[in-house]
């Protein structure tokens, strides 16, 4: 009953844009962190951007900063993380989650959050 679920994935060539959105079903995500974690074949998940529940700060990967965004839509109990720029090494399947509470240090680990999507997968390729 208490669910994230992950949209917007697709396959787009090198240089085009995404916007993925997780939703939450049986919660309200307003007082949650959540984080968006990929995790491509082979190797390990790894934390890409979160948006802090406590104050709103947001966070995000070396890799994507400047290029990326996320966003809170309370009224549609939604976190949406666009990506802009793709790159090749952008290839993964894309988690949200949910968890209490985060900070500047602790976001990207995956022990923190409580609650996690299926997954969406991202590809991209020329």
């Known amino acids: 009953q208490l669910q994230l679920v992950e949209s917007g994935g697709g396959s787009v060539q090198p240089g085009k844009s995404l916007r993925l959105s997780c939703t939450a079903s049986?919660?309200?995500?307003?007082?949650?962190?959540i984080g968006w974690f990929r995790q491509a074949p082979g190797k390990e998940r790894e934390g890409v951007s979160c948006i802090s529940g406590l104050d709103e700060n947001t966070y995000y990967e070396d890799s994507v900063k400047g290029r990326s965004t996320i966003s809170r839509d309370n009224a549609e109990n939604t976190v949406t993380l666009q990506m802009n720029s793709l790159k090749p090494e952008d290839t993964a399947v894309y988690y949200c989650?949910?968890?209490?509470?985060?900070?500047?240090?602790?976001?990207?680990?995956?022990?923190?959050?409580?609650?996690w999507g299926q997954g969406t997968q991202v590809t991209v390729s020329s």
């Open positions: 049986g919660f309200t995500l307003d007082s949650y962190s």
């Open positions: 989650a949910a968890g209490p509470v985060v900070v500047d240090t602790t976001w990207d680990i995956e022990a923190e959050y409580d609650y």
